[in-house]
């Protein structure tokens, strides 16, 4: 009879010593997974505050940019359409009160849609609305990068785009630019100005190479 109670006893002591065992695995498993959740938040809150934005000020070629997938781990936000002039692009920055990393500014070649004789005081229109445009920028970005035009062909305003790339290089002197005259060849145009997927993946790759200069931090940034 003795011996039975003790190996009774045995048992209820070996059935609740596992029921235990189980609960503090239970809640070492919850801490664990509490835990690794907590870091996988964590990390998402921090990538999202270290991925950098870039703002898109321009006309059609900024537009039709597959920046998404060329500029990553950039953050892409047009605030570009095309046909717009510099006059239009530069109320558009005036408008926009949202802050970036980097802003890219492209504008100039709408301004001479059928001009094929552009007169010198319409060429200095063009280089003031964006001078005008550019100070607003460094109020919205951290970093300016300009784009200047390139080699473009027949219904495109040819004559204009060599007098405004002159100018710009002589009057925009206060933000880095990109001169992309040496870049873009003839089998870069899709139609006789806007930029095949080729074109624009070597503008990507040179707009990427010169943030990084100043953004060393987004080789970092998962993509």
């Known amino acids: 009879m003795k011996e039975c109670k003790k190996n009774r006893i045995v048992s209820w002591i070996m059935f609740y010593t596992l ?10 498993s919850l801490f664990v997974i509490h835990c690794d959740h907590k870091q996988k938040a964590n990390n998402e809150i921090f990538f999202a505050l270290m991925t950098p934005t870039l703002g898109m000020f ?7 940019w597959p920046a998404e997938t060329q500029l990553k781990p950039f953050v892409i936000i ?16 005036k408008n ?12 100039g070649v709408n301004d001479f ?3 094929f004789t552009p007169q010198d005081n319409e060429i200095r229109n063009t280089i003031v609305n964006q001078l005008q445009t550019i100070p607003l920028l460094l109020e919205r ?5 300009v784009l200047n035009t390139w080699y473009v062909e027949f219904p495109w305003p040819s004559e204009a785009v060599l007098r405004i790339n002159k100018s710009m290089k002589e009057s925009i002197v206060t933000v880095p630019r990109l001169d992309l005259e ?7 145009l899709l139609d006789g100005g806007h930029l095949t997927e080729i074109g624009y993946n070597k503008i990507s790759n040179l707009t ?16």
Do not use: Q
Not at 58 to 63: E, L, T
Not at 78 to 93: C, G, H, Q, W, Y
Not at 141 to 145: E, K
Not at 182 to 188: A, E, L, T, V, W
């Open 96 to 107: 926009d009160k949202s802050h970036y990393t980097a802003c890219l500014y492209n504008g």
């Open 58 to 64: 321009g006309d059609s070629i900024m537009a039709l």
């Open 113 to 115: 849609l059928g001009n």
């Open 208 to 223: 990427l190479e010169h943030f990084r200069t100043k953004i060393p931090w987004i080789d970092f940034v998962p993509r």
């Open 19 to 28: 029921r235990i065992k189980r609960i503090v695995y239970l809640f070492a």
């Open 78 to 93: 047009k605030n570009a359409f095309p046909v717009r002039t510099t006059s239009d692009i530069l109320e558009a920055v």
């Open 182 to 188: 040496s870049y873009i060849k003839k089998s870069d």
């Open 141 to 145: 970005c951290d970093h300016v990068l």
